[in-house]
């Protein structure tokens, strides 16, 4: 079972379109990464959100952690077929910052 | 300013053997944390070491140990091999402590156990 729960799994969109994936949890995280894998390497750190109603924007992508630090969305505006990869959510224990929960990813597939 | 870096990129062990995995932080990074990717299961959180010390550990057997030396260099190990151990192994380091601790991985280690 896992701690975080992302959905949708899998997302085919066409360039230009907007997309939402959701992470939620029963459990309170102290922050919430969002990084973006490609296939053979590691993941990419994205973005860092510790306070709940934190809103993050890096150019097309809007970033948003949940007023109880339980959930958050990654919002892409005008997706281009250089998002496709996997979107993966983290969050950090409220024990330990530096253990993370992942969630099990959203595969994003941006069509030209 | 160098990533993290992990080696080998690629190993290909045969049932029963053991190996180990290197990783080298960033610069000035002193935690060191290692996770298992699989199709199946996703990223899973193995341990944390910091200052020399696992701070936390997973629930991982007894045959998947680590250990982290004076200059934040780690290593895992993984003895006796099975199939199921096949996967890319991930090393992050991370710098602060708080928490808005982020967590940089390296390119990962692609273990194939035949």
């Known amino acids: 079972t896992q701690l975080l729960e992302q959905s949708p799994q899998f997302l085919s969109i066409q360039e230009g379109e907007n997309l939402t994936v959701y992470c939620n949890s029963s459990?309170?995280?102290?922050?919430l990464q969002w990084y973006r894998q490609e296939p053979g390497e590691g993941p990419v750190l994205l973005v860092t959100?510790?306070?709940?109603?934190e809103v993050k924007k890096l150019k097309r992508l809007t970033f948003q952690f949940g007023d109880a630090r339980k959930d958050s969305s990654l919002h892409i505006t005008a997706a281009q077929p250089g998002d496709t990869g996997l979107y993966l959510c983290?969050?950090?224990?409220?024990?330990?910052?530096?253990?993370?929960?992942f969630g099990s990813g959203t595969k994003l597939n941006v069509k030209p | 300013k160098a990533g993290v870096t992990q080696t080998p990129r690629y190993l290909i062990k045969t049932r029963g053997q053991q190996v180990t995995l290197s990783c080298s932080p960033i610069?000035?990074?002193?935690?060191v944390s290692w996770y298992q990717q699989t199709p199946g299961q996703g990223l899973q959180f193995l341990f944390e070491?910091?200052?020399?010390?696992?701070?936390n550990k997973g629930n991982f057997p007894g045959r998947f140990s680590g250990r982290q030396f004076s200059n934040s260099r780690s290593e895992m190990n993984v003895s006796t091999l099975e199939l199921g151990d096949s996967a890319l192994y991930l090393c992050?380091?991370?710098?602060?402590?708080?928490?808005?601790?982020?967590?940089?991985f390296g390119q990962g280690t692609r273990l194939t156990v035949v």
């Open positions: 992050a380091s991370s710098k602060r402590q708080g928490r808005d601790t982020e967590a940089f």
């Open positions: 459990s309170v995280f102290s922050s």
């Open positions: 959100v510790v306070t709940g109603g």
């Open positions: 983290a969050g950090a224990s409220e024990n330990n910052f530096n253990k993370f929960y």
């Open positions: 610069s000035g990074h002193r935690s």
């Open positions: 070491y910091f200052s020399e010390t696992q701070r």
